[in-house]
């Protein structure tokens, strides 16, 4: 039997957010130099109307020049589109360890369907899958449409932001944490973790850690979701004292609504990794450590 080995490593990804688009404006998109239909945009929303269908072998400067949205969710995700802006999106997701159809989905608003959370004796691949496919793109989601929202309405109120500078620049610092976090599970950890409770054929990958255990990555992994959760904390004071005027702008009362339901699905989200996924990985590590060492 011929097994690949890929080896468990850390890694950090840094970015910077721009600025949002508001207003109306009508521009003429292409794609691959083919015309397209019109493209309009929502004053109230932000959303782009009537867009191109963008595809994984759109590029990327092209996207990002028609598309705030685009520019955003290629800033949150360390995607490139000035300098490297000439490679396809497929090739830039790639590059920044997302598969292009989240990408894709991020950037038209797709919705997903609601999955249904396993119970916390299934499969470990089972979990992890939840995880990437619920928590981690509704976390990348809402931070694109929270960066989004808040910069619309900073726009509008500049004579008096009423508490939302300070929201933005915490937000922006939990999106360059929590990203690059989500992003080093889907490419080194979970991979790990699902070898260790699948069967393992002729050619298919185990990935192993090079410092020999599961332990060591969580402990990392584990400070991060403290570093979090303290700054969920910090950012739900930070909401409660805004400006009780706000109550009037349907804007503000929008953004509130939408971070406290960011707020719920991430302290799920760290919750079932700490107190279900984690826990059972070590397990079953040193239960396959042991059975290694008598079969030897």
């Known amino acids: 039997m011929r097994l690949r ?11 910077t957010t721009p600025t949002a688009w508001c207003g109306q404006r009508q521009v003429d998109a292409s794609v691959g130099g083919r015309p397209t239909r019109r493209v309009g945009g929502c004053a109230p929303c932000g959303r782009i109307v009537g867009a ?8 990327v400067s092209e996207l990002a020049g028609r598309s705030p949205r685009a520019a955003r969710v290629f800033s949150l995700l360390g995607i490139d589109y000035c300098c490297n802006g000439g490679r396809s999106l497929r090739e830039a997701a790639v590059a920044a360890n997302i598969r292009v159809s989240e ?9 997903r369907p609601d999955l249904v959370k396993p119970a916390n004796e299934v499969a470990l691949p089972l979990i992890t899958e939840y995880i990437i496919e619920h928590h981690h793109h509704r ?7 929270l960066l989004e929202m808040i910069d619309r309405i900073l726009s509008g109120h500049a004579a008096n932001e009423f508490g939302f500078g300070r929201l933005k620049v915490a937000i922006e610092q939990l999106a360059r944490d929590l990203i690059p976090h989500m992003t080093r599970e889907e490419a ?40 979090d959760t303290r700054r969920l904390a910090e950012i739900r004071e930070m909401a409660r004292a805004v400006d009780p005027r706000t109550r009037t702008c349907s804007q503000m009362e929008r953004f509130l609504a939408t971070y406290a339901e960011f707020d719920r699905d991430l302290t799920e989200h760290i919750d079932l990794e700490n107190h279900v996924l984690f826990p ?15 079969d030897r």
Do not use: N
């Open 5 to 15: 080995l890929i080896a468990l490593v850390c890694a950090s990804l840094w970015f």
């Open 52 to 59: 191109v269908e963008d595809t994984a072998s759109s590029i």
């Open 103 to 111: 990408v894709l989905d991020l950037i038209a608003r797709r919705p």
């Open 139 to 145: 976390a990348r989601s809402f931070l694109t449409d």
């Open 188 to 227: 080194y950890l979970f991979p790990y973790i699902d070898t260790m409770d699948r069967p393992v054929g002729p050619d298919q990958i185990v990935v192993v850690p090079l410092t020999g255990s599961v332990e060591y990555p969580l402990q990392s992994i584990r400070h991060d979701h403290s570093d």
């Open 280 to 294: 059972r990985a070590v397990e079953l590590e040193q239960v396959l450590m042991k059975k290694r060492r008598v």
